[in-house]
């Protein structure tokens, strides 16, 4: 977690850490262009005037300044609705979960093996164990196995939610009456924590969020046990 100090969070699995080196790659892009435009600012003042008056015209040079910012949108494009496909795109994943937000909690359901929903509410802070995570832990926590495509279909009953995995950069608005989806993969087994990133009233800081991935024995076993 050491460059999460300064900057974003480390990301926990292979499209977190896409999004983080393409916002860098960002970062670096807009940087290079501000440069360009200072130092280009620079050398006009520096030569008393802001017009060129010995070019006449350069087919080269109107081919350089199209090609460039084609390249430019090209490379910002490109590997944004790679990324997007990625998480959104899917339709079918190995498991399929419906996430229901309400005030101030989460529901989830499932049917893929057996029938069966549960509420997460946030823990409170006297039945807290040495070690957890203040605000973060919940009673009833999201399972899921690793290494295997999830599916998570959220909704809201009430007003605007939004459930949100920042290591794992994901952020999805709970809509009342529409059902938006996303794709939830993990390489390995961990515990990852968020929130509800709308404002959604007076408790909206007390719906965290935790998904706990682990084998699919141990899933298995957590089901039907």
């Keep these: 977690m050491f460059f999460s100090r300064f900057g974003l969070m ?15 790659y960002c970062l670096v892009l807009m940087a290079t262009i501000l440069t360009y435009v200072i130092f280009m600012f ?13 070019l006449q015209g350069s087919n080269f040079l109107e081919m350089v300044w199209t090609i460039i910012p084609m390249f430019f949108l090209l490379s910002l494009g490109l590997p944004s609705f790679m990324m997007m496909y990625y998480l959104e795109g899917e339709s079918k994943g ?5 996430v229901i937000g309400h005030q101030w909690y989460w529901s989830y359901e499932n049917n893929d093996f057996i029938d069966y929903s549960f509420d997460s509410y946030m823990l409170p802070l006297e039945e807290m164990n040495v070690g957890d995570n203040r605000l973060l832990e919940v009673d009833n926590g999201l399972t899921l196995p690793y290494g295997s495509l999830n ?7 009430d007003v605007l939610h939004a459930w949100a995995l920042p290591s794992m950069c994901l952020k999805v608005d709970a809509v009342p009456g529409r059902l938006n989806t996303l794709s939830l993969f993990s390489l390995s087994p961990g515990t990852f924590y968020g929130q509800c990133s709308e404002i959604c009233g007076i408790n909206h800081s007390f719906m965290p969020i935790k998904v706990e991935f682990i084998g699919w024995n141990d899933f298995l076993k957590s089901l039907f046990n």
């Design 42 to 54: 620079f050398i006009c003042y520096k030569s008393r005037g802001f017009s060129v008056t010995t």
């Design 94 to 98: 190995d498991l399929t979960y419906k």
């Design 10 to 24: 480390d990301g926990s699995n292979m499209v977190a850490n896409c999004m983080l080196l393409f916002h860098d």
């Design 151 to 157: 599916r998570m279909v959220i909704t809201s009953t």
